[in-house]
Structures are given as structure tokens and as C-alpha cells.
């Protein structure tokens, strides 16, 4: 088969320079078979494989098989292909176990609702010959929210008073993008910081990666939310603050103040969440918002509706300071 591929490539890319030609795949189920030089054909469409995408969480990098980063060879353009993958785990958010699932096609489903809404990564879907729905995505020319922010180089008052107020501003429209796909009956299903990008060019958010799903009866639409909550005590925060990180930081703000375990995240749980008691300045109505999601909270958010007009509220605080 590499015969085939070489003569592919000085064909449809005669100026790349491919290292090793490998095989023509028309059936993906076996994702861990396809790597580099091989080509998957999709109707008449060319991708040639370059590498394996990567999970990059907590400081380790995981090889993402079933996620290929190509290069769409008719028109010799970067794409990223999301293969057919099933897996499934439990999920415990204080009282609520969550069962959540990966769904290609509920992806497939959400890629064709937000064709052409710059809010959302972009893409199309198209059927291997064994019928599994490989995702076409364009490729967010971007960096990660968390680490645009990470990468402010102020201190919180500073980076609160100056930089937050507009970092807030489109964190709301972020979450009425969300709002959007709840509106159509659609979960983004993996809400967390590395999934909402802040592109290049432009400055806009957009959201990547919709392929996750759960069941959660109590509240259909509540993982969604407690995500949202979870980026926006970052982004207050400008950290996820821990008392074990404090120490390493000498942050004496955060040592020197009175916390309660309510205090701490109802979904990770040495998160601190009532930033108030670490930053005074931060104000009541915001703090507000973020105690909804503290494991001493009697309410929680039961739709992003309710989110938003409590963070409305709290953006007109934070521009008064």
C-alpha cells in the first residue's frame, strides 16, 4: 500500500515530503491501526495522518488514538478527524451520580446546529464505508482560555480591576452559547477550561469538543452547568485555589483566611470557591454566584438562565468598582 499513498501524495501534495507512506483506510473502527503516513478516505476526500491529538491535563500529556490531526490532501489545509470511540463512567457531584458517555453522533447532531455560529468550533461529519461518523473539524486558531489568563502577568488586584470586568463580559456570552444548545434540547456534555478557546484573530470564545453526553434525570441540563460554574471560580480567581497550592505560592491571603469546608467546591472538593474571604474586593454579588456551586450551597443552578441573570447582575458590580 505505500506505493498507493506515495503516488496519492505526489499527486494531490507534490511539495510535501512524506517520511514513511503508509496504508489507504476506508474503515476506522480500528483507530489504534491508523497512524502516520497512512491516508483515511472518506467518500472522495484524502486525509493524510500526521499525528495522534494529545490530552493535556494536570501537567501530563495522553495520546488521543481515535483523534488524528491530518491534512485534508485536495486542498492541502490542516484538519483534525474525531474518530468512532465508546466509553462510559460514573460522575459524583454531591448528591447526584452522573452516568456520562461519549456520543459521536450527538456530536455529529450539535456540528450540524451550529454550522456557520463562530461560537462553537466548526465542522461536518461524513460516513466511513462501515458507517462510523468520523467528525471533520477545522482547527481553532487559538489558546486555551485558562492559559490566556494564567499568562496575565498582574497580581488578582490588578488583574481583577483591569483585566476581569472584559474577561467576564465574554464569559457571558460564552455561557448563552451554551444557553443555545440547551434551547435546542443539546448538552455540550464536557464543559472545563480546556474546552473554550479564545481565538487568534478575532478575541471571540469558542467551544470545542461536543462528543460527551450523561443522564442526569433530577436536571438534564445541570453537568452543563456546574461546568460553567467551575471555569467562572477560575477566571475569578485567576487560579483554582487550593490551600496545598497557597503554602507552595506563600500566598498569605489564602492561609490567613477563616475557611469553612462549605467554603470549598461541591465538584472538586479542595477547591476554593468563597474567593471573598481570600479577596475582599471581590463583590457580594459575584461571590454570590460562586457559592452556588460551594458544597455548603442549599440551591443550586437548575438552568443557565438562572446563571446568567445572576452573572448579568454581578458584571454591573464589578464594572462600578
Not at 455540550?188 to 484573530?201: P, Q, S, T
Request: charge should be negative; proline fraction near 3%; include cysteine.
Amino acid at each position: 500500500m505505500s506505493s498507493e499513498v506515495r503516488e496519492l501524495v505526489k499527486k494531490l501534495m507534490p511539495d510535501y515530503s512524506l517520511s514513511r507512506p503508509g496504508k489507504v483506510f476506508t474503515d476506522t473502527t480500528e483507530f489504534m491501526d491508523i497512524d502516520y503516513g497512512d491516508v483515511i478516505l472518506l467518500g472522495d476526500e484524502h486525509y493524510l495522518v500526521l499525528k495522534n491529538e494529545m490530552e493535556r491535563r494536570f501537567g501530563i500529556e495522553d495520546p488521543k488514538y481515535w483523534v488524528k490531526r491530518v491534512r485534508h490532501m485536495e486542498s492541502n489545509t490542516p484538519r483534525i478527524l474525531k474518530l468512532v470511540f465508546y466509553e462510559n463512567f460514573p460522575m459524583k457531584i454531591g448528591p447526584f451520580e452522573i452516568k456520562c458517555y461519549r456520543s459521536p453522533k450527538k456530536e455529529a447532531r450539535i456540528l450540524d446546529l451550529v454550522r456557520g455560529d463562530r461560537r462553537f468550533m466548526q465542522g461536518v461529519t461524513h460516513k466511513d464505508e462501515k458507517g462510523n461518523a468520523v467528525r471533520v473539524l477545522d482547527i481553532v486558531r487559538g489558546r486555551r482560555l485558562d492559559v490566556v489568563v494564567h499568562k496575565i502577568e498582574a497580581d488578582h488586584y490588578t488583574y481583577f480591576h483591569e483585566h476581569f470586568p472584559d474577561i467576564l463580559e465574554k464569559y457571558i456570552g460564552a455561557c448563552e452559547a451554551i444557553r443555545f444548545l440547551h434551547n435546542h434540547d443539546e448538552k455540550h456534555g464536557d464543559i472545563r477550561r480546556d474546552h473554550l478557546w479564545v481565538e487568534y484573530d478575532s478575541g471571540d470564545y469558542r467551544w470545542i469538543d461536543f462528543d460527551y453526553a450523561f443522564e442526569l434525570y433530577e436536571n438534564p441540563f445541570g453537568l452543563d452547568v456546574f461546568g460553567l460554574g467551575s471555569i467562572l471560580v477560575y477566571l475569578v480567581g485567576k487560579a483554582n485555589i487550593t490551600m496545598s497550592c497557597a503554602r507552595e505560592a506563600g500566598m498569605l491571603e489564602c492561609l490567613e483566611a477563616d475557611l469553612e469546608p462549605e467554603d470549598y467546591s461541591v465538584v472538586i472538593g479542595n477547591r476554593v470557591v468563597n474567593l471573598r474571604k481570600i479577596y475582599d474586593y471581590i463583590p457580594k454579588e459575584l461571590n454570590n454566584v460562586l457559592m452556588h456551586f460551594s458544597s455548603g450551597s442549599r440551591v443550586f443552578y437548575e438552568s443557565v438562565d438562572e446563571l446568567l441573570i445572576d452573572m448579568t447582575a454581578a458584571l454591573k458590580a464589578v464594572r462600578r468598582l
